[in-house]
């Protein structure tokens, strides 16, 4: 399957009305992605875009996600296919190492909370399920933080957090988190 996502992502043309959403790798429709997706619901741009929500069990969400999107099962068929041709990602957490992401592609990453704790680069051990060393985590933090195009940050003192624990130096957007825009 990651020999057809490969060859998929090099052959397939970009789609740039297509929009990727994911939360919590897949786990739920919530959070910041599901939030700009709701956005997009009402402004009516979902009649304009194509939406799709990655999620682990796309059953749950059935009937329950408003508007026109299209929820794919995370790691399957139609998952690789979206990737390799969407031409907007949107997530709260980092996707895949194996996932390629093409020239033309956006990919707005929100992250899923306010940096109170050491994060990525800042981590002295690492505690995580997997086996990496912290070292290979921290390496391969710094090759997927290389992918985003846009950091989305709620205020100046996460800014200043996850551009030294992400080691990131690209487009940081300072607007506020998604998910509690609705609590203003």
């Not at 709260?92 to 899923?112: C, L, M, P, S």
């Not at 940096?115 to 690492?126: C, F, G, H, N, T």
């Not at 290979?136 to 205020?155: C, G, M």
Request: proline share 3%.
């Amino acid at each position: 399957m990651l020999w057809f996502y490969t060859m998929t992502a090099r052959f397939l043309p970009i789609d740039s009305r297509k929009i990727v959403f994911q939360s919590s790798l897949g786990r739920n429709a919530a959070g910041s992605p599901r939030a700009i997706y709701e956005k997009i619901v009402e402004l009516g741009l979902d009649q304009k875009f194509k939406c799709y929500y990655i999620l682990d069990e796309p059953k749950k969400y059935y009937g329950k996600l408003p508007g026109r999107v299209k929820l794919l099962k995370n790691a399957r068929f139609w998952y690789y296919i979206t990737m390799a041709s969407a031409g907007v990602w949107v997530s709260d957490t980092r996707f895949q190492n194996y996932i390629i992401k093409r020239r033309g592609v956006k990919y707005i990453q929100t992250w899923h909370g306010t940096p109170l704790k050491k994060l990525a680069l800042d981590l002295e051990a690492l505690y995580m399920a997997g086996g990496e060393t912290l070292e290979d985590y921290k390496q391969e933090f710094v090759k997927n933080t290389a992918t985003w195009d846009f950091l989305i940050s709620q205020n100046s003192f996460s800014t200043k957090v996850f551009r030294r624990a992400f080691g990131y130096s690209g487009r940081m957007l300072e607007v506020g988190y998604p998910r509690n825009d609705v609590l203003f």
